[in-house]
């Protein structure tokens, strides 16, 4: 077996151990004769990991009883139209801020629902970056204000919350569980899984009870954030396996502790930043203030180097690091489960290709 | 290593080659270094699985090029409202067979999105069993008819499909790809996976692409089967996973042939309902001539007869033989990869305890 470096913005690295776990489970999960993937979801062994996932969940982001942690199916992307189906109400409007491409894409699904407010924009703008809180224009009375924590193409990150009268919603996917937060002013937080906390097949969503309880009524059951409240997400068969993942990758991170992750995300980060600065070759897009810790972008002086240097970087075992398709460009995804070892093999790397072609 | 008889309803068992596979690819997906699930969906790896998931279908259900075959998140529950959502307009209704616990369940969600017509109702009769065509009252100019293949529950299942004049549509969940049958008379044909084409976290939905097109254009993204169509189910990150474990399934599937497995589970089925009927202390509860080849329901003569009977078994290795919570008495599931073996372990239990206890 030989492991590369895997840059990939999502699905991405998982960590080793928790790998290494799952294949030695994989076809008699504990002496149950069968495989958690087998298992009725309702039976004792799948129960207890389903249980564990969301207490893990609820330790890592210190939620107190007004929150329930739900597990739906659909990515991030179904949260883009089941929370304007639920809270955005026929004459109401909702606040969007819009730092980029995927909160742009939340505001395009929540607008097929109803009345959008863009509060702030700033997607198209290089150096990326996400507004300043005197941008913020929100509207009185705004069913909820939505913001996108990270943004995963362009490499812009919040670093703290903007505070709003309005019920606060954010899509996390590609930052949450990479450093503390205080849950307490969101009244919704969604995440896909793929980046920080597990495969792809599964959306972390975390909910004020009182909040998921003001949804519409008349929606079908599936898209209604109260069915999963009220079934402990099981109102249908879940999508086990990725949440058995999702165990393992919280208790992983349980183990690992959360602060400390938070100091060597930073520090990974770090590192490749000081590479980018230090060199007049490198050139970051996003603006300083809100460097990603998990998307570290860049470019090279042509498009030709920059394909070059992706292919070379490949064979060289350091995958996945193309920019994404609509941006161009370098993207390094450091995600939680991304290793130390593998920031300092890329460092390695650019120095050695400026080298030869800068 | 040890594995037991799994009769599960759901998520239940699958091949061991195909765990076994699964377990020798999960660190290192053929030399790329990464997991199958570490990958992105778009690079070549996992673009292969993808394709090979879609091609394995559409070979063994034989379909043509007007079908599209689709990978949708949320199961069964999601399609019973996206099929309304999508086909039944403000000023139509849509024709439903309801024919036990799960075609009720279609009804419901659609009910909640337009108006429904039951053709027929035999929902809660004991035998279970399906609608005769002659009690069929279909609605002139309906939107689309819609049956459920296999009550997973009673045990009940349709031998040969009525005909229509509105698209047809079936959930077949929990038959799918046990026997050959002509897609051409289907509209849509919907399943989760996790009976017999792999883990829960994925519904396979086939689809005429004309029939797609007519889908409501309001709706968000996620909720449209055009947009899976147009994005061969990558409009956004798939359940890479369960569909990498429905691609192995399915090429499982095909080595084995079709024609020999629906061999296979017309004698599995048959060998258990000869025990049931040989004797007069079990007593089987669907309508001989729907009887399902897939799960196999019978009482005994008292309820707690029925527990010691399931905790027995359980014991013997014989796992998941309790009937659904909502009727009782016991089932057996024996899905496409249940082994023979474990039907005849099962016969030999059943006449072993009838000595003891009958």
Same mark, same amino acid.
């Given at each position: 077996m030989s492991r590369i470096f895997n840059f990939s913005a999502g699905p991405a690295v998982l960590p080793l151990e928790v790998l290494q776990q799952a294949q030695a489970e994989m076809v008699d999960y504990r002496g149950?004769?069968?495989?958690?993937?087998?298992?009725?979801?309702?039976? /004792?062994?799948?129960?207890?990991?389903?249980? *564990?996932?969301? !207490?893990? #969940?609820? $330790?890592?982001?210190? %939620?107190?009883?007004?929150?329930?942690?739900?597990?739906?199916?659909?990515?991030?992307?179904?949260?883009?139209?089941?929370?304007?189906?639920?809270?955005?109400?026929?004459?109401?409007?909702?606040?969007?801020?819009?730092?980029?491409?995927?909160?742009?894409?939340?505001?395009?699904?929540?607008?097929?629902?109803?009345?959008? /407010?863009?509060?702030?924009?700033?997607?198209? *703008?290089?150096? !990326?970056? #996400?507004? $300043?809180?005197?941008? %913020?224009?929100?509207?009185?009375?705004?069913?909820?204000?939505h913001i996108t924590s990270n943004e995963t193409i362009s490499g812009a990150q919040w670093k703290s919350f903007p505070v709003t009268d309005a019920p606060l919603v954010a899509d996390m996917s590609s930052d949450i569980l990479s450093r503390p937060f205080d849950a307490k002013p969101f009244s919704m937080i969604y995440a896909g899984a793929q980046k920080n906390l597990g495969p792809a097949g599964v959306a972390l969503v975390v909910i004020r009870k009182s909040f998921a309880e003001k949804g519409s009524k008349g929606l079908p059951a599936m898209l209604r954030y109260v069915t999963y409240v009220e079934n402990q997400?099981?109102?249908?068969?879940?999508?086990?396996?990725?949440?058995?993942?999702?165990?393992?990758t919280t208790r992983w991170l349980k183990q690992f502790g959360l602060e400390r992750m938070h100091r060597q995300n930073r520090d990974k980060a770090a590192k490749l930043y000081a590479a980018i600065d230090g060199s007049s070759f490198y050139r970051g897009t996003a603006a300083k203030h809100c460097r990603s810790d998990m998307n570290v972008t860049f470019r090279l002086p042509t498009e030709e180097l920059e394909e070059r240097f992706c292919t070379e970087a490949s064979k060289a075992g350091l995958k996945g690091l193309k920019g994404h398709r609509s941006v161009g460009g370098v993207r390094a995804s450091i995600y939680n489960a991304f290793p130390v070892e593998g920031v300092d093999v890329l460092i390695g790397f650019m120095k050695d290709f400026e080298r030869r072609c800068g």
């Open positions: 149950s004769g069968m495989s958690i993937m087998e298992m009725s979801h309702r039976g /004792k062994e799948y129960s207890a990991v389903h249980a *564990e996932a969301m !207490a893990n #969940v609820r $330790e890592l982001l210190g %939620l107190t009883d007004e929150y329930e942690v739900l597990f739906i199916q659909g990515g991030a992307s179904l949260q883009f139209a089941m929370l304007p189906m639920n809270f955005l109400p026929k004459d109401g409007a909702a606040d969007y801020v819009n730092s980029g491409h995927w909160a742009a894409a939340a505001i395009k699904q929540a607008r097929l629902v109803g009345q959008v /407010k863009v509060v702030a924009d700033c997607e198209k *703008e290089i150096p !990326a970056r #996400v507004p $300043e809180a005197a941008e %913020l224009s929100w509207t009185p009375g705004a069913a909820y204000a997400s099981m109102y249908n068969t879940p999508p086990c396996y990725s949440i058995y993942m999702l165990a393992l």
